[in-house]
């Protein structure tokens, strides 16, 4: 098998949206858990992120650095057939909340329904979408969450 033969399988917990490719999800957890992250820059990747102690404990807040806001679910993967966490930022809660409202006011749950994620574009123009599935598939049985620390309250 050369380099260029190798299958490449992604074992990670964490849903990754990549452009082009769609996933059909489904929230699993009744509400997320929010996070608060500082984007550091790395000396090899680029950049990474590091979980905020809070503000009164945190060096990086304390010196001006602003967290980002995060919020991470388990979900069911449809696409992969699996449970995943979910982390995502204020742009795509933004949209998850507008369909769990416009649910509510018709007296439905959003954990009863299908969310079809896209992306498209790469890095920080990296756009998202959420759809409302208005077919459900069916969740399987005896589902084990994977277990989220939980954040630390601002």
């Known amino acids: 098998m050369s380099y260029a033969d190798q299958e490449i399988k992604q074992t990670s917990k964490f849903l990754k949206i990549e452009a082009g490719t769609p996933m059909v999800i489904r929230l699993l957890d009744p509400t997320p858990v929010e996070v608060f992250k500082h984007t550091l820059k790395g000396a090899v990747d680029g950049k990474f992120q590091v979980e905020c102690k809070g503000q009164d404990m945190c060096e990086l807040c304390q ?4 967290p980002t806001q995060k919020f991470i679910t388990n979900v069911y993967n449809h696409t992969l057939h699996k449970v995943q966490l979910f982390e995502y930022g204020p742009m795509i809660a933004k949209l998850i909340k507008k369909i769990a409202i416009n649910l509510s006011e018709e007296d439905q749950d959003i ?7 896209e992306a498209e574009g790469a890095a920080m123009n990296k756009k998202y979408a959420v759809t409302l599935r208005t077919s459900v598939q069916p969740v399987p049985d005896g589902l084990v969450k994977i277990k989220i620390d939980e954040g630390i309250p601002f």
């Open 63 to 66: 010196d001006g650095q602003e």
């Open 111 to 117: 954990l009863n329904f299908d969310l079809k994620m």
